[in-house]
């Protein structure tokens, strides 16, 4: 099943891609965020200290030999994670996984509302390409939407807000861009794994994307469904006060610059965040 459902993201690859494509940085000493093409995953394990990891999302379709040699680069030959955990399921996110999975054959966790989206139960709605001028919105539709089908891997995370194979790491349900959307957090040093549920680059732009041009932003606004959820997901993790974060799209911002930013955008949000009309749009 997961190669006829691999195959449906390669028939619809987009040549997307940014000048930190293929660029890894070590944001903290076990929290590595690796860009493929336009979206960012993570591994969270410290090569020093462990050769155990956990990955965070499986970024886009035909992306799996490159994510593979780059946790093998980190943690040496034949690097397998412990798990893969998911913020959500947009094609983006999940492009590789099941690539992944034919090797690795380790379970995957993700919140239980994603479920009907990765069991091949439900597809996505599609892009929207009135919530901006810039070209990636306007490209949104042709994206692929369709679910995908990972049943014999796929979980739900556990209800007490724990991480399988993270420990002191807590899910966070922050949902608004897909309804079991997550972030992740961790107390001790207050990072933060934030998924789509905001961004540091304008998303809908192409020659921001490209550039990687920082910019705070809200999730990406052609593919949210839910902006009153979205806007409070936003308010949940300010109220974090985190001091580091790696978000699904953009360069990973940190302490004081992170903490002004995450404020404006809570207080700009109907501005900045929120499209003023669209699909999705109430």
């Known amino acids: 099943m997961e190669n006829k459902q691999d195959s449906k993201f390669e028939e619809s690859f987009l040549p997307m891609t940014s000048i930190a494509s293929g660029v890894g940085i070590a944001v903290l000493p076990d929290v590595y965020c690796f860009t493929d093409q336009i979206v960012n995953l993570v591994v969270v394990g410290n090569p020093i200290e462990t050769s155990e990891f956990v990955l965070i999302d499986t970024g886009m379709p035909k992306s799996a030999d490159e994510i593979k040699e780059m946790v093998q680069e980190r943690f040496g030959e034949d690097a397998r994670p412990k798990a893969i955990v998911l913020t959500h399921g947009h094609f983006d996110h999940v492009g590789s ?92 040093d207050s990072a933060l794994i934030a998924g789509d ?51 699904g799209h953009g360069l990973p911002m940190s302490g004081e610059e992170l903490t002004e930013n995450l404020s404006y955008l809570v207080e700009h949000f109907a501005e900045i965040g929120r499209p003023n009309s669209g699909r999705y749009v109430n």
Do not use: C
């Open 197 to 247: 549920a905001f961004v540091t680059v304008k998303q809908e732009s192409l020659y921001k994307v490209m550039t990687q041009t920082q910019e705070i932003s809200g999730p990406p606004k052609y593919y949210t469904t839910d902006w009153n959820a979205a806007y409070d997901s936003v308010k949940k993790l300010e109220a974090l006060k985190p001091q580091v974060a790696i978000t």
């Open 97 to 188: 996984i099941a690539v992944l999975l034919e090797d690795w054959n380790v379970p995957v966790y993700t919140h239980e509302l994603e479920l009907p989206y990765l069991t091949g139960k439900k597809d996505y709605p599609p892009g929207d390409p009135n919530v901006d001028s810039g070209l990636v919105a306007r490209m949104s539709p042709m994206f692929p939407n369709h679910g995908i089908d990972i049943s014999a891997h796929v979980q739900k995370l556990p209800q007490d807000g724990t991480v399988p194979s993270m420990p002191g790491w807590k899910w966070i349900h922050t949902p608004g861009h897909t309804p079991g959307h997550i972030s992740l957090f961790r107390e001790q």
